[in-house]
């Protein structure tokens, strides 16, 4: 077509770093925008209307919807996972009677395990205070990362946290709410969430 429209995606915006679908991994991206322009002998002449934006992987040049920025990367689930874990621990642990040496062992060896290495009883005693803090939320850490999980993932953090409140025998009235609640912060139903709850105390008790 030697006179007409063209879309032109020339002009980078932002940089930053994705999950590319097809490297399979973290990447850097060019969030680009786009805008159309009259063209005569497939010479751009004119610019019009700008058309929109979209993410392009630096290395494999896929193009994606900006959307994919929503997804987190392989760093950003290294930190969510274990602050989560460090919300629910804490919203588990926090109120009622303080707790017992063991329930505390547990949530620390469980936070470790999450990736935070250097979680211990000092870190612990930090996150029961803000727990106890007016207006704290601690909601936001464990529904972003559920955003994050599959519904397979999402039953085994449930269980890692009851397994805490279970490390020194049956949970009380205060942490069973607690674990309900987290369920509700993981997107789960009452009656799933019942019986993960359920099967983790079973197990416990064999």
Do not use: K, N
């Given at each position: 077509?030697?006179?007409?429209?063209?879309?032109?995606y020339?002009?980078?915006?932002?940089?930053?770093?994705?999950?590319?679908?097809?490297c399979?991994?973290?990447?850097p991206?060019?969030?680009?925008?786009?805008r159309?322009?009259?063209?005569?002998?497939?010479?751009?002449?004119?610019?019009?209307?700008?058309?929109?934006?979209?993410?392009?992987?630096?290395?494999?040049?896929?193009?994606?919807?900006?959307?994919?920025?929503?997804?987190?990367?392989?760093?950003?689930?290294?930190?969510?996972?274990?602050?989560?874990?460090?919300?629910?621990?804490?919203?588990?642990?926090?109120?009622?009677?303080?707790?017992?040496?063991?329930?505390?062992?547990?949530?620390?060896?469980?936070?470790?395990?999450?990736?935070?290495?250097?979680?211990?009883?000092?870190?612990l005693?930090?996150?029961?205070?803000?727990?106890?803090?007016?207006?704290?939320?601690?909601a936001?850490?464990?529904?972003?990362?559920a955003?994050?999980?599959?519904?397979?993932?999402?039953?085994?953090?449930?269980?890692?946290?009851?397994?805490?409140?279970?490390?020194?025998g049956?949970?009380?009235?205060?942490?069973?709410?607690a674990?309900?609640?987290?369920?509700?912060?993981?997107?789960?139903?009452?009656?799933?969430?019942?019986?993960?709850?359920?099967?983790?105390?079973?197990?416990a008790?064999?």
């Amino acid at each position: 077509m030697l006179i007409g429209l063209r879309v032109y995606y020339f002009r980078a915006i932002a940089r930053g770093m994705f999950h590319c679908y097809r490297c399979g991994c973290d990447r850097p991206y060019l969030r680009r925008s786009g805008r159309r322009w009259f063209q005569v002998l497939l010479v751009p002449l004119v610019p019009l209307s700008r058309t929109g934006e979209h993410i392009l992987c630096s290395i494999c040049r896929t193009a994606y919807r900006v959307e994919v920025l929503r997804l987190p990367t392989a760093a950003q689930m290294l930190i969510a996972l274990p602050a989560a874990l460090r919300a629910a621990a804490a919203a588990l642990l926090s109120g009622g009677d303080p707790p017992a040496v063991t329930v505390r062992q547990r949530a620390i060896e469980t936070i470790r395990r999450a990736g935070a290495a250097e979680y211990d009883d000092a870190a612990l005693d930090a996150d029961l205070a803000r727990a106890a803090e007016p207006g704290q939320d601690s909601a936001r850490q464990v529904s972003s990362l559920a955003l994050q999980l599959e519904d397979e993932a999402r039953e085994w953090f449930l269980a890692d946290v009851v397994r805490i409140g279970l490390a020194d025998g049956p949970l009380s009235g205060q942490q069973r709410q607690a674990a309900t609640a987290v369920a509700a912060q993981l997107g789960m139903s009452a009656a799933r969430a019942h019986g993960v709850i359920s099967m983790t105390e079973e197990a416990a008790a064999a």
